[in-house]
Nanobody, 124 residues
Framework: QVPLVESGGGLVQAGGSLRLSCAASGFIFSRYNVGWFRQAPGKAREFVAAIRWSSFNPTYADSVKGRFTISRDNSKNTAYLQMNSLKPEDTAIYYC?????????????????WGQGTQVTVSS
């Protein structure tokens, strides 16, 4: 179990941008892969993006490719999700998670720990 805190969510108009942050503490962040997931009311949690500890070969869901960018700064124990060209269907609670598997996974149940989530609302 590791502590993770998401921030940066809010209300934005369609076409706008937000940058989410995932701050880690109390563990060696650089040893973990990082994933972002989101969950809208009444829907299953879905994969958004993931990045390895080395920042090599980030992976994105088809729905966000070309619009979202995942990154990390291990010196600051923080991961980011830059979200551009936001759409109303991006509205959800966004969660970050960490994983020590040798490869990136897009399945939320395979991650070790989760943050509390941050709300993103995109208006028309």
């Amino acid at each position: 179990q590791v502590p993770l805190v998401e921030s940066g969510g809010g209300l934005v108009q369609a076409g706008g941008s937000l940058r989410l942050s995932c701050a880690a503490s109390g563990f060696i962040f650089s040893r973990y892969n990082v994933g972002w997931f989101r969950q809208a009311p009444g829907k299953a949690r879905e994969f958004v993006a993931a990045i390895r500890w080395s920042s090599f070969n980030p992976t994105y869901a088809d729905s966000v490719k070309g619009r979202f960018t995942i990154s990390r700064d291990n010196s600051k124990n923080t991961a980011y999700l830059q979200m551009n060209s936001l759409k109303p269907e991006d509205t959800a609670i966004y969660y970050c998670a960490v994983d020590r598997s040798p490869t990136i996974t897009t399945i939320y149940s395979e991650y070790d720990s989760w943050g509390q989530g941050t709300q993103v609302t995109v208006s028309s």
